[in-house]
Protein backbone atom coordinates (compact mmCIF):
# COMPACT_ATOMS: atom_id res chain seq x y z
CA UNK A 1 0.00 0.00 0.00
CA UNK A 2 2.69 2.53 0.97
CA UNK A 3 4.47 1.42 -2.32
CA UNK A 4 1.42 2.71 -4.17
CA UNK A 5 1.40 5.74 -2.68
CA UNK A 6 5.13 6.46 -2.99
CA UNK A 7 4.85 5.73 -6.78
CA UNK A 8 1.95 8.16 -7.16
CA UNK A 9 3.45 11.07 -4.95
CA UNK A 10 6.38 10.38 -7.58
CA UNK A 11 3.99 10.36 -10.72
CA UNK A 12 2.39 13.79 -9.03
CA UNK A 13 5.40 15.55 -8.42
CA UNK A 14 6.60 15.05 -12.09
CA UNK A 15 3.62 16.06 -13.32
CA UNK A 16 3.04 19.34 -11.10
CA UNK A 17 5.33 21.37 -13.09
CA UNK A 18 5.66 20.44 -16.67
CA UNK A 19 3.92 20.73 -20.02
CA UNK A 20 1.99 18.66 -22.13
CA UNK A 21 1.79 19.12 -25.92
CA UNK A 22 -1.43 18.23 -27.42
CA UNK A 23 -1.33 19.05 -30.54
CA UNK A 24 0.09 20.47 -33.84
CA UNK A 25 -2.06 21.13 -37.00
CA UNK A 26 -0.96 22.72 -40.04
CA UNK A 27 -3.90 25.34 -41.22
CA UNK A 28 -2.86 25.61 -44.51
CA UNK A 29 -3.64 24.34 -48.10
CA UNK A 30 -1.21 23.82 -51.21
CA UNK A 31 -3.62 26.17 -53.22
CA UNK A 32 -1.58 29.45 -52.22
CA UNK A 33 1.19 30.96 -53.99
CA UNK A 34 4.62 31.35 -52.28
CA UNK A 35 5.20 34.21 -49.73
CA UNK A 36 7.42 37.40 -51.03
CA UNK A 37 10.99 37.46 -49.69
CA UNK A 38 10.05 40.23 -47.36
CA UNK A 39 7.18 38.21 -45.38
CA UNK A 40 7.88 37.72 -41.80
CA UNK A 41 7.26 35.02 -39.18
CA UNK A 42 4.71 36.38 -36.55
CA UNK A 43 2.97 34.47 -33.23
CA UNK A 44 -0.01 35.12 -31.94
CA UNK A 45 -1.20 33.18 -28.05
CA UNK A 46 -3.84 33.05 -25.94
CA UNK A 47 -4.51 31.05 -22.83
CA UNK A 48 -6.89 29.96 -20.16
CA UNK A 49 -6.97 28.63 -16.46
CA UNK A 50 -7.75 25.28 -15.07
CA UNK A 51 -7.86 24.49 -11.30
CA UNK A 52 -6.38 20.98 -10.31
CA UNK A 53 -7.08 19.95 -13.83
CA UNK A 54 -10.91 19.65 -14.03
CA UNK A 55 -12.51 22.58 -13.24
CA UNK A 56 -12.01 25.23 -16.27
CA UNK A 57 -12.16 29.08 -15.44
CA UNK A 58 -11.18 30.05 -18.67
CA UNK A 59 -10.40 28.96 -22.44
CA UNK A 60 -7.86 30.15 -24.58
CA UNK A 61 -9.29 31.75 -27.62
CA UNK A 62 -9.73 29.57 -30.96
CA UNK A 63 -7.42 29.22 -33.63
CA UNK A 64 -10.06 32.14 -35.95
CA UNK A 65 -9.97 34.83 -33.26
CA UNK A 66 -5.67 34.36 -33.01
CA UNK A 67 -5.57 34.67 -36.65
CA UNK A 68 -7.85 37.64 -37.06
CA UNK A 69 -5.89 39.42 -34.11
CA UNK A 70 -2.30 38.59 -36.27
CA UNK A 71 -3.74 39.78 -39.40
CA UNK A 72 -4.81 43.31 -37.51
CA UNK A 73 -1.73 43.15 -35.41
CA UNK A 74 0.81 42.79 -37.67
CA UNK A 75 -1.02 44.06 -40.61
CA UNK A 76 -0.65 41.02 -43.20
CA UNK A 77 -2.02 41.66 -46.42
CA UNK A 78 -1.89 37.70 -46.72
CA UNK A 79 -0.41 35.05 -44.36
CA UNK A 80 0.58 31.67 -45.43
CA UNK A 81 1.84 28.35 -43.56
CA UNK A 82 -0.04 28.83 -40.65
CA UNK A 83 0.01 26.32 -37.49
CA UNK A 84 -2.20 25.70 -34.31
CA UNK A 85 -0.18 24.51 -31.35
CA UNK A 86 -2.05 23.74 -28.10
CA UNK A 87 -0.54 22.74 -24.76
CA UNK A 88 -1.00 22.78 -20.92
CA UNK A 89 1.24 24.14 -18.48
CA UNK A 90 1.07 22.70 -14.94
CA UNK A 91 1.49 24.15 -12.11
CA UNK A 92 0.43 21.94 -9.18
CA UNK A 93 -2.89 23.41 -8.31
CA UNK A 94 -3.17 25.60 -11.52
CA UNK A 95 -2.79 24.81 -15.33
CA UNK A 96 -2.65 27.22 -18.24
CA UNK A 97 -4.28 26.13 -21.32
CA UNK A 98 -2.06 27.43 -24.40
CA UNK A 99 -3.20 28.21 -27.79
CA UNK A 100 -0.78 29.70 -30.13
CA UNK A 101 -0.46 30.09 -33.98
CA UNK A 102 2.46 30.81 -35.68
CA UNK A 103 2.37 31.68 -39.37
CA UNK A 104 4.14 33.96 -42.31
CA UNK A 105 2.71 37.39 -42.79
CA UNK A 106 3.46 39.55 -45.85
CA UNK A 107 2.49 42.86 -44.93
CA UNK A 108 0.61 45.51 -46.64
CA UNK A 109 2.22 47.76 -48.69
CA UNK A 110 4.74 50.38 -46.92
CA UNK A 111 4.14 48.50 -43.63
CA UNK A 112 6.56 46.01 -41.90
CA UNK A 113 4.77 43.45 -39.28
Same mark, same amino acid.
Given at each position: MSRAILVSLVALTALAGCT??????????????PPRASATFVTEEDSGLQ???????SEPDHYAVLLERARRRHRCARMHHAQLDF *????? !???? *????? !??????AE???KP
Open positions: LHHSKQALWTQDQALLGLFVL *FTDHW !IIVA *FPISR !ITLICESGN
